[in-house]
């Protein structure tokens, strides 16, 4: 029988960030009078015989519509945890950055790690009362619950990584000879760092609490940590047997997590060490043989665009996110990278257009006028463009590929505006028109329809929106003081200039729509614009460029859950306030590990990062920070007039802006007027198409097959054919796939590899000495 019928599926292949004519499931949530004990709440479900159930299905079949409001949260274990794994993945991030083989901190690791040692604390530690004067505390006030869980890993992840400021600390360090000291150092890393955090708390009612507001890269991670939390005494309250999944036939999510975790584990060893031809199964170079430079350029996954490869790894498989991503976003991302990559990128190429062929066929590096890469020391004079030198050497040339991304990333930042205002416009407006009325107008018109998650939350009190404005204007004042005081060259203005530009990118939209086209072009391509204001100043264009990334970034990070934040914190019921301070603390204290670490790294191999000596084990390349510092002379020095003015290679890019308001019209003119057609006019998103059209070479071009084959068996089959198993294990799949593919890579590189050298698995066709896909 069809998994439709017994459970009314609802086909979210349509766009997620429009609820239209959605099932309103009707759901009993207060089985027992236990389960949620806020008396307001409690007393509004009790009056209530039916309560409606979270419409999207995706969500419905993850989160748990039940809460606890009395569990403990502001633990010393998770505190103390907390503090531990965000120290560590600060660390642990910064130490790897300078490394050519780096080491990503995964949420999943802290997640896994963190349980059984969250256990073991409410095993150990003394359960008694302790008092300062009117304060009183318990080390173990019970069990550790799936809320203390939630809470480490998201002050992990917060503060868990390497902060983005780092770049311009090492680049002044190294290649300017600038210091800014230890108070401007941490300063610049905090700013940075906290900039969102003021607008996240006015986007937060945009992109948080409606329902529609889907954020998929969220439910792997609530899935994983309700199956360590299944057998929770409050979770047991929530059965209802035609849904819930634990009492559904077959094995517990626990068992069948801990089964793919384990056979992930072993067999992540044979493509990452043992087997490693399997990471990018090269069908072309095997049938033509290695030296085919034609084949190559086609069927290679690493240095081609990758026709017919297909890679056998999850690194690979799951680089899209192939099972949470809804497949209308799949589909659409598809469609741009197969044309632009196997189709646009050879043509241009083999037809020799823009004398590609003097070029590899896939790069992003910039040339000079005898087609070697681009020497930027020979324009710099003492940190400052020398227009004489770069006349005497050579214009900037780029390959007609890296012309092509960027004229996508322009493309993409105009359409998503458009593509906001044609499909969302009628939500703006509703949003700003609740806005100016009364408060208890806004309360009104909000409460109607509003998600059911959110209406559990009213249990707990609100982050008032002026600290988060407090936050914003404290931040932005020491942001002022850094680039004042300190040599970074960014005037006051500029700094201004660089928050407002990016806050006009940022509108009513989900992950799935134009978020990630956004990011990447601010992250990219927006500094150059700078240049023509302030022109000839590398630090002060780079410092321009991490302020406005940053802010955009931190902001829908900490609404989205790109770091398991606010909406993780809406489907795990944690208090707002609680989650607030926990991703304030978890940045600074990452930011102050980021400095010293960094300070320590570059203390200890300078001349190596400098390349003034050679590193015996090849490991300290600091490929990062010359990157880095390569697009502050680009960027900053050489300047976008060079690159896309009227005498450049490619005059007229700038037009591209144009094409991107333009490029959503057509599709939106053909879903109104033909609203019932078999084509779906209106799951056609142009910016994610041109997301997917711009993703290589930053991503391996191996990755389409596998993860296009791993999305259509996730979230078209399986949904539609076996929906049942499918509400039950995905999204569990997901996460044992991605913990066990970590593991197995931290096993590899600190067991095997070692921090300071490294140890060979023999020898043999699978494991060739050269290129493994035996392309060369």
């Given at each position: 029988m069809s998994n439709k019928d017994e459970y009314s599926v609802q086909e979210y292949s349509a766009e997620?960030?429009?609820?239209?004519?959605?099932?309103?499931?009707?759901?009993?949530?207060?089985?027992?009078?236990?389960?949620?004990?806020?008396?307001?709440?409690?007393?509004?479900?009790?009056?209530?015989?039916?309560?409606?159930?979270?419409?999207?299905?995706?969500?419905?079949?993850?989160?748990?519509?039940?809460?606890?409001?009395?569990?403990?949260?502001?633990?010393?274990?998770?505190?103390?945890?907390?503090?531990?794994?965000?120290?560590?993945?600060?660390?642990?991030?910064?130490?790897?950055?300078?490394?050519?083989?780096?080491?990503?901190?995964?949420?999943?690791?802290?997640?896994?790690?963190?349980?059984?040692?969250?256990?073991?604390?409410?095993?150990?530690?003394?359960?008694?009362?302790?008092?300062?004067?009117?304060?009183?505390?318990?080390?173990?006030?019970?069990?550790?619950?799936?809320?203390?869980?939630?809470?480490?890993?998201?002050?992990?992840?917060?503060?868990?990584?390497?902060?983005?400021?780092?770049?311009?600390?090492?680049?002044?360090?190294?290649?300017?000879?600038?210091?800014?000291?230890?108070?401007?150092?941490?300063?610049?890393?905090?700013?940075?760092?906290?900039?969102?955090?003021?607008?996240?708390?006015?986007?937060?009612?945009?992109?948080?609490?409606?329902?529609?507001?889907?954020?998929?890269?969220?439910?792997?991670?609530?899935?994983?940590?309700?199956?360590?939390?299944?057998?929770?005494?409050?979770?047991?309250?929530?059965?209802?047997?035609?849904?819930?999944?634990?009492?559904?036939?077959g094995m517990s999510r626990m068992r069948f997590f801990l089964i793919v975790f384990a056979c992930t584990f072993v067999y992540e060893m044979f493509p990452t060490l043992i087997f490693p031809v399997l990471s990018s199964v090269a069908v072309l170079c095997l049938i033509g043989g290695p030296g085919n430079m034609v084949l190559a350029s086609l069927g290679s996954g690493f240095s081609g665009v990758g026709i017919l490869n297909f890679g056998l790894d999850w690194n690979a498989a799951g680089a899209t996110g192939p099972l949470f991503t809804p497949w209308w976003a799949q589909v659409n991302w598809y469609i741009g990278a197969v044309v632009m990559v196997w189709i646009v990128c050879p043509v241009t190429y083999f037809c020799n257009l823009w004398n590609a062929k003097s070029y590899p066929i896939l790069t992003t590096k910039l040339f000079d006028k005898d087609g070697n890469v681009y020497n930027h020391s020979r324009v710099i004079s003492d940190g400052y463009f020398n227009e004489t030198a770069y006349e005497e050497y050579s214009p900037v040339y780029m390959t007609p590929y890296n012309a092509m991304m960027f004229a996508l990333s322009f493309v993409a930042l105009t359409a998503s505006v458009t593509h906001v205002l044609l499909y969302y416009g009628s939500d703006l407006k509703k949003e700003f028109w609740v806005w100016g009325k009364n408060k208890e107008q806004r309360k009104y018109e909000r409460e109607v329809g509003m998600d059911i998650h959110v209406k559990m939350m009213q249990v707990y009190k609100e982050v008032p929106f002026w600290w988060y404005a407090v936050v914003f204007v404290v931040t932005i004042v020491i942001s002022i003081i850094v680039c004042e005081v300190y040599p970074i060259h960014l005037p006051w203005w500029g700094l201004l200039v660089a928050i407002g530009s990016v806050n006009t990118c940022r509108g009513r939209n989900s992950e799935c729509t134009c978020q990630l086209t956004i990011v990447q072009f601010v992250r990219r391509y927006h500094p150059g614009y700078f240049r023509y204001m302030l022109p000839g100043r590398p630090i002060a264009n780079v410092t321009f460029k991490c302020y406005g990334y940053m802010a955009m970034a931190q902001c829908l990070g900490l609404v989205s859950d790109l770091k398991l934040e606010n909406k993780t914190g809406l489907y795990m019921k944690i208090p707002p306030r609680c989650m607030f301070a926990a991703q304030f603390y978890g940045t600074i204290l990452g930011g102050i590990v980021n400095y010293v670490v960094l300070k320590i790294i570059l203390a200890a191999k300078r001349p190596v990062l400098q390349g003034i000596i050679p590193d015996p084990t090849g490991q300290w390349t600091g490929r990062g920070s010359s990157i880095f510092y390569a697009s502050s002379i680009i960027w900053g020095a050489v300047g976008p007039a060079r690159l896309f003015g009227p005498d450049s290679q490619f005059p007229g890019m700038n037009w591209a802006f144009l094409v991107g308001i333009i490029l959503p019209l057509p599709f939106w003119f053909l879903h109104k007027r033909f609203p019932k057609s078999k084509i779906p006019w209106k799951m056609v998103n142009v910016p994610v198409i041109l997301g997917g059209a711009g993703f290589a070479p930053q991503v391996p071009t191996n990755i389409l097959i596998t993860s296009f084959i791993c999305g259509f068996v996730s979230q078209f089959y399986l949904y539609r054919r076996h929906h049942s198993w499918w509400a039950k294990y995905n999204y569990v799949l997901s996460a044992a796939l991605d913990s066990g593919t970590f593991i197995c890579s931290l096993f590899i590189f600190i067991c095997v590899n070692g921090i300071n050298s490294s140890v060979h698995f023999p020898t043999w066709a699978g494991n060739p000495e050269g290129n493994v896909e035996y392309c060369e």
């Open positions: 997620p960030t429009v609820v239209d004519h959605m099932d309103s499931n009707i759901e009993q949530v207060l089985k027992d009078e236990t389960i949620i004990k806020n008396t307001a709440i409690t007393e509004e479900l009790e009056h209530a015989d039916e309560l409606e159930d979270q419409p999207i299905d995706i969500v419905r079949s993850t989160v748990r519509t039940v809460d606890n409001p009395s569990l403990p949260v502001y633990t010393f274990r998770a505190w103390f945890l907390g503090t531990i794994f965000c120290i560590l993945g600060a660390a642990v991030s910064q130490f790897y950055f300078f490394r050519s083989n780096s080491l990503g901190y995964s949420s999943f690791f802290v997640t896994l790690v963190s349980y059984p040692l969250g256990v073991l604390l409410a095993r150990i530690l003394p359960n008694r009362e302790w008092s300062i004067g009117k304060f009183s505390f318990n080390f173990n006030p019970g069990p550790f619950n799936i809320k203390e869980h939630c809470l480490i890993v998201i002050m992990a992840s917060t503060g868990g990584g390497s902060a983005y400021a780092t770049d311009i600390l090492a680049i002044q360090d190294l290649y300017y000879q600038q210091d800014l000291g230890p108070l401007g150092s941490i300063l610049l890393l905090i700013s940075t760092q906290c900039l969102g955090y003021g607008m996240a708390g006015f986007y937060r009612k945009f992109l948080v609490d409606p329902t529609a507001m889907l954020w998929p890269s969220t439910l792997p991670s609530v899935s994983l940590f309700n199956t360590f939390h299944e057998k929770d005494p409050y979770l047991l309250g929530d059965r209802d047997e035609e849904k819930d999944q634990d009492v559904r036939p």
